[in-house]
């Protein structure tokens, strides 16, 4: 079995920066690469950000490229989103996931492990 756990959500301005967690155990290491999607009120879970175990490959979706950055620490086997020039439209529940098969980057069906989720909210 897998676990993954998100951290480091909260409240804060337009314009602001917040970084959210990811710790993941068991099986999610085996993974093809780590995943966080979001999903607001009202709308579908949309890809944010991609990274491999190694970090060497990064994929970003177009509405955040330039401000979010992923990264990975493997002495803690931890995903991060670091999430700066924050936007009212970024008000979403992360989650972080771990995609075990191959295919397309961001494709849920291919995602066997998700965390919780945790509450991003920006104000404007």
């Known amino acids: 079995q897998g676990q993954l756990v998100e951290s480091g959500g909260g409240l804060v301005q337009a314009g602001g920066s917040l970084r959210v967690s990811c710790a993941a155990s068991?099986?999610?290491?085996?993974?093809?690469?780590m995943t966080w999607f979001r999903q607001a009120p009202g709308k579908e879970r949309e890809f944010v950000a991609a990274?491999?175990?190694?970090?060497?490959?990064?994929w970003y979706a177009d509405s955040v490229k330039g401000r979010f950055t992923i990264s990975v620490d493997n002495a803690k086997n931890t995903v991060y989103l670091q999430m700066n020039r924050l936007k009212p439209e970024d008000t979403a529940v992360y989650y972080c996931?771990?995609?075990?098969?191959?295919?397309?980057?961001?494709?849920?069906?291919?995602?066997?492990?998700w965390g919780q989720g945790t509450q991003v909210t920006v104000s404007s």
């Open positions: 996931a771990a995609q075990v098969a191959a295919g397309p980057i961001g494709l849920t069906s291919l995602y066997a492990y």
């Open positions: 068991g099986r999610t290491f085996s993974s093809y690469a």
């Open positions: 990274i491999t175990w190694s970090g060497g490959t990064t």
